[in-house]
Structures are given as structure tokens and as C-alpha cells.
């Protein structure tokens, strides 16, 4: 097994419109003592344990002790608005690797990632990836391409450059969850955009194209990760096949959709 995925919580406080994982739609928290257990379970020298959500960071007394007590690979992967100075040092020194979630520029991004009561979130995000950056702390984007977005991907790679961003991963619509419906994205935005980047000189690195060029599987596909639901229920998955409920495939079944 090469990674635990731990759903910290099914909450969330952002209505993201394309969300696999239907985010705040359900109030599950996971408990320290079920998070303990799965990685005691599950324990190996090497191993990366991912702490995901809903957002993550509203459990953030499990994330500070889990992160404390054991000596693995951690990394978060949040929508940024909860994080301040205080946390933003804390999971640092704890050694937890920290991604933050934008889809472009306010315009889009708001659009995209709203609050429940539909105010835009990318202020709040912005606020977070400044506050790394002047922490010196490295961290890296993730971007979901939907149709909404997809022109606007140029524009991403100049925020994340001018915020400090160390790395960039483009996501491609997985049309499950709130996005079922979603019409999915052109692949060619995301070239153009890595392509872009390469033009300006840009120091970041884009780990879809690290991904592919080291010919690395999908954790998932190969066996070896392990989704846990935040009532201890577990799944041979990644995040979103879990949220689907597709255990073990011998194939990813997004890509069938032209993903």
C-alpha cells in the first residue's frame, strides 16, 4: 500500500459546483482515535497519508494530532480560506505538506468555489497563498478544468508564479458527485497553459506532466491506496472513485468519458 487517504470530514464550508465528493452536503467527522487506527492498520516506512475532505482543516484538532504523533508522509489538500499564520506554521513544523485548490482568477474561481450564501471564495484563497509565500513555506495548486475555466488557465499559472506557488496540477472534470451533469473540458486548455508557462520562464513544476513523465501509475489502479470514510469504512480507491463507490477497477472509469 503506497498511500492512506484519510476523509477527514464530508463538511465543508464552499459549494464547489463540480464537487465529486458533494462537500458539506453531509456533517460526518472522522474521530482521532479512527484515524489512529487506519494508519496503525495499515503502517509501513515510506508511507504517504493524505488528508482530505470536505475541507479538512474544520477538523483541524485531528489533523494537528495525527501529524504530531506519527512519522510519515503527510499532505493536505484544502480550499485555503481556513488557513491563517497560526496553521499555516503549525503544519509546516508538523512536516504536513500543504496543496491549496483555485480554478483561475476571481471571474471564474468565484463562480466555481462559492460559499454556501454564493460569495466568492478567491479573496479568502489568495489571503492563504500570500501568507505561505511570506512564510517562505512551499506549496503547490490544484485546478479542476472544467468548460467554465478552461480559457482562463494562462491566467492561473501567472497567480500561482506571482503567489509563490511551487508546483501546479491540473485536474480534468470528474463527472461524478455534484459534477455528474457537467459537460467536460477540452485537454488542449491544459497544454496551452503548460506551454505558457514554459514561454515566460516560469519556475513551477506541473505534476500531471512529472506524472507522465516518469510513466507513474495511479496508485489506485495499481492496489496499493486506501480510501478511509470518516466512520472508519474503507475502500481499495482514490477520492473519487471512493466517492463513487467504485472499489478495485481494473481501469479508471472517467477516462471513458473523455477525461
Given at each position: ?207 500531471n506532466v512529472l506524472q507522465q513523465t516518469l510513466n507513474l ?13 470518516p466512520d472508519g469504512r474503507e475502500m481499495s480507491a482514490c ?6 463507490e467504485i472499489e478495485n477497477p481494473e481501469s479508471c472509469p ?6
Amino acid at each position: 500500500m503506497r498511500l492512506l487517504i484519510l476523509a477527514l470530514t464530508e463538511d465543508c464550508n464552499l459549494r464547489c459546483v463540480y464537487c465529486y465528493a458533494r462537500g458539506g452536503e453531509r456533517k460526518r467527522y472522522m474521530s482521532y482515535s479512527t484515524a489512529k487506527r487506519a494508519i496503525e492498520r495499515h503502517y509501513h516506512p515510506g508511507m504517504k497519508v493524505q488528508l482530505t475532505g470536505g475541507e479538512p482543516l474544520l477538523n483541524y484538532k485531528v489533523v494537528r494530532r495525527v501529524a504530531g504523533r506519527y512519522d510519515v508522509k503527510f499532505s493536505i489538500q484544502t480550499n485555503g480560506t481556513l488557513l491563517d499564520h497560526e496553521k499555516a506554521e503549525e503544519l509546516h513544523d508538523l512536516g504536513v505538506r500543504i496543496g491549496i485548490s483555485i480554478d483561475g482568477p476571481p471571474e471564474v474561481n468565484d463562480v466555481l468555489r462559492p460559499y454556501p450564501s454564493g460569495r466568492g471564495s478567491t479573496r479568502d484563497v489568495l489571503r492563504a497563498m500570500m501568507v505561505l509565500k511570506s512564510l517562505g513555506i512551499p506549496y503547490g495548486i490544484t485546478c479542476v478544468v472544467t468548460r467554465v475555466n478552461q480559457s482562463r488557465l494562462r491566467d492561473l499559472v501567472d497567480i500561482a508564479c506571482a503567489f509563490g506557488a511551487r508546483s501546479i496540477s491540473f485536474d480534468l472534470l470528474k463527472r461524478v458527485g455534484r459534477g455528474r451533469y457537467l459537460s467536460p473540458p477540452d485537454p488542449s486548455s491544459v497544454r496551452d497553459a503548460v506551454l505558457y508557462a514554459e514561454r515566460m520562464g516560469y519556475p513551477i513544476r506541473f505534476r500531471n506532466v512529472l506524472q507522465q513523465t516518469l510513466n507513474l501509475r495511479c496508485a489506485a489502479l495499481e492496489g496499493k491506496s486506501v480510501f478511509v470514510f470518516p466512520d472508519g469504512r474503507e475502500m481499495s480507491a482514490c477520492a473519487t472513485l471512493a466517492s463513487a463507490e467504485i472499489e478495485n477497477p481494473e481501469s479508471c472509469p472517467f477516462r471513458s468519458q473523455g477525461l
